[in-house]
Structures are given as C-alpha cells and as structure tokens.
T-cell receptor, first 111, second 119 residues
C-alpha cells in the first residue's frame, strides 16, 4: 500500500488560495488519490478524488502530474471555516480495501 | 438514510468492561469500515466488510476486538475487557464499492464516531 507524506501544518489567511501537496512515490497503477477533510469531533468528509491530470469540483481542485508521484489539493479563497485537518490517501478497490490515513495536514485559516 | 450514524456518541467504561459500538451505514452501501482514531492522529484501519463478509480484519489490535455485520447492513464493534489504551474515537464508514470501467472508486462516507473513554 502506498504511503503518503504531507506537511504537518499550514497557515493561511481568509481569501487566499491554499495548496497542500502530498507525496506518494510508490503509488500503484490502479490507485486513486483521494482527499478528506476532518473537523474536530466529526468523521472525515470526502473532498475530491482523481486518477490523473486535473479534477475540479465545487469546493476544490486536484492536480496530479503525469508521473502521479504527488498530488496537490487546491482550495480557492479559503475562509475561517476551512480550518481543519486534510488527509491525502491513495488506494484502489481490489476486492478488499484497506485504507491508510496518514497524520494529515492541519490547516489554520486566520482572519 | 441521510448518512452514516453511530451510537452511542460517547461511552465511558471502566477498565475490564465490555462495550458494543453500533454503526448504521447508508442504505444500500455494500462496504463498511471501522477505524480507530487516537487524539491528534489520523484514523487507523481496523476492519472491512463487504456485505456480511468480513474480508479484512488485519487492523484489529487484539483478540479483544470483534466486529460483525450479520445481515450486511448494521455493524457492531465489540471490545471485550476494555483497557485504557482502547480510549479513542471509533469511526465507521460505508461506501457503495462501485466499479466502473474496469477500475473502481470507493468513496467512503464517515459517521460522527463514538468517543470511548476507558477509566
């Protein structure tokens, strides 16, 4: 199973764009890249998932280079409510699915 | 249902007691996962079900931990003879386990968790 590496924490200000990069050098061919967000006292919440190139939804974008050894979650114009822990995961369904979360990135958004 | 629900939300147990934690997944979701999350850490995988079959229990920390999903819907995580190191948030997640085009995506939807405190 691919291991991921993320920064432990990041600070930002309201209205800024935040980019969180995740390294996954041992990603397998059939692995997807998924990002989750977690607020205190809540379970993780799915943000975005991708396989290659760029994926965009209403809350974020995910950039994946051709070699897929890293990925970048981009949060446009963050607000105070985006303060949370963000997890990068890699994995794929193979008839069994052992999901491995890392320690995540703690994002602090300041006013 | 609207989402994954877990009960109780909080549980305090004396060391040595048995506890049972319940998870109600989203209706129709095939896959169900249990995780343990210690304070300040990411969730750690415990076990995985596909319908009623427990396909992976490699993350269960000891034989005091037991999970079941007898009818392929509701699941229960049981911890026998609880120890202080079992204190954590226990998260449940479910997914469709949808397969598309030869590859598959498996977005997991998490419940709010049960915070277990063992005194």
């Amino acid at each position: 199973l691919a291991k991921t590496t993320q920064p432990i924490s990041m600070d930002s200000y309201e209205g800024q764009e935040v980019n969180i990069t995740c390294s996954h050098n041992n990603i397998a061919t059939n692995d997807y890249i998924t990002w989750y967000q977690q607020f205190p006292s809540q379970g993780p919440r799915f943000i975005i998932q991708g396989y290659k190139t760029k994926v965009t939804n209403e809350v974020a974008s995910l950039f994946i280079p051709a070699d897929r050894k890293s990925s970048t979650l981009s949060l446009p114009r963050v607000s105070l409510s985006d303060t949370a822990v963000y997890y990068c995961l890699v994995g794929g369904y193979t008839g069994g699915f052992k999901t491995i979360f890392g320690a995540g990135t703690r994002l602090f958004v300041k006013a | 249902g609207a989402g994954v629900s877990q009960s109780p939300r909080y549980k305090v147990a004396k060391r040595g007691q048995d506890v049972a934690l319940r998870c109600d997944p989203i209706s129709g979701h095939v896959s169900l996962f249990w995780y343990q999350q210690a304070l300040g850490q990411g969730p750690e995988f415990l076990t995985y079900f596909q319908n009623e079959a427990q396909l992976d229990k490699s993350g269960l920390p000891s034989d005091r931990f037991f999970a079941e999903r007898p009818e392929g819907s509701v699941s229960t995580l049981k911890i026998q003879r609880t120890q202080q190191e079992d204190s954590a948030v226990y998260l449940c997640a479910s997914s469709l386990a949808r397969v598309a085009g030869g590859d598959s995506t498996d977005t997991q939807y998490f419940g709010p968790g049960t915070r277990l405190t063992v005194l």
